[in-house]
Nanobody
Framework: QLQLVESGGGFAQPVWSLRLSCAAS????????IGWFRQAPGKEREGVSC???????????QSADSVKGRFTISRDNNNNTVYLQMNSLKLEDTGVYYC?????????WGQGTQVTVSS
């Protein structure tokens, strides 16, 4: 089971960019699918983007409609890190962003990083 640490959150104004990182420790990172989720105040946690393993899947990515064309997820298997490049930020992107690692029945969450978009 991986241990995950998110970083890169902070304050941004609309149309700014931020890049979040999810650093993983543990073994066989390459076999895990990694997803980014977010939770806005008073709302349920929602999926943002995910990237499959390149070993037991095809490394494909998926993103929520609300972030398509603005957010890009990528992974660096040499450094056990997944990134979320967030461009053209909007007010509604505000929330705590979490990464999640899944492999079969195993899963783990990071502690989250706060993203605040405000004018």
């Amino acid at each position: 089971q991986l241990q995950l640490v998110e970083s890169g959150g902070g304050f941004a104004q609309p149309v700014w960019s931020l890049r979040l990182s999810c650093a993983a420790s543990g073994s066989e990172f390459n076999y895990y699918a990694i997803g980014w989720f977010r939770q806005a105040p008073g709302k349920e946690r929602e999926g943002v983007s995910c990237i499959n393993s390149e070993i037991n899947m095809d490394g494909s990515t998926q993103s929520a409609d609300s972030v398509k064309g603005r957010f890009t997820i990528s992974r660096d298997n040499n450094n056990n890190t997944v990134y979320l490049q967030m461009n053209s930020l909007k007010l509604e992107d505000t929330g705590v962003y979490y990464c999640n690692a899944v492999r079969g029945s195993r899963g783990s969450w990071g502690q989250g990083t706060q993203v605040t978009v405000s004018s």
